[in-house]
């Protein structure tokens, strides 16, 4: 007998440290992010309300009780310009990877920021050599916008980032965003 389908909804403040502690993964034992020590869980805290203040989805994976990944959609820059366009995140917990949930989290975030009034979605991917996020966000209609070579360093070598974009349903920003 499998285990149930993870539920994906709404992040809550007691799923915070489930996420810092995946994110946390990820810092400190790939380049997937540039952080090179993970945000204390108050950072957290700010994302999360910071979504909710602009309706903007920070979802999890739960499976029976455990957070198996999570994903949210951010502010792409902070110039007011830019407010109609969000970047995506999304990581999934070791052991949680391969099995079709980076696809539903990522649909589902597609679809709670265009309900948001977001426009446009942007992914930042760090090139790692490996295709599994490049994938992901080709799979769910994002096109490449382009590579900002050697930009970062982390782990004793240079790596590039890929910019994938994706247009939105959404035909004008929700009051939230403007």
């Known amino acids: 007998m499998s285990a149930p389908a993870p539920v994906l909804r709404p992040a809550t403040a007691d799923d915070l440290p489930a996420v810092a502690e995946i994110y946390a993964h990820y810092v400190a034992h790939t380049v997937a992010t540039f952080d090179e020590r993970p945000p204390p869980l108050d950072t957290w805290g700010t ?26 959609a951010g502010p792409w820059r902070p110039k007011p310009a830019y407010r109609h366009t969000v970047e995506d995140s999304l ?7 391969g099995n079709g949930l980076g696809s539903l989290l990522l649909a589902a975030l597609i679809d709670g920021a265009a309900r948001a009034g977001a426009r446009q979605m942007v992914a930042v991917i760090a090139d790692t ?19 900002l070579v050697g930009v970062g360093h982390k782990h004793g070598r240079w790596v590039d980032t890929l910019l994938m974009q994706r247009p939105l349903a959404a035909d004008r920003p929700a009051p939230g965003l403007d």
């Open 47 to 72: 994302r999360l309300t910071q979504a909710g203040e602009r309706g903007l989805p920070f979802l999890v994976a739960d499976a029976a009780g455990e957070i198996a990944g999570y994903a949210h």
């Open 91 to 97: 990581y999934l917990a070791p052991g949680h990877t």
């Open 129 to 147: 050599g490996g295709r599994t996020s490049v994938g992901l966000h080709r799979r769910a209609g994002f096109a490449d916008a382009g590579r």
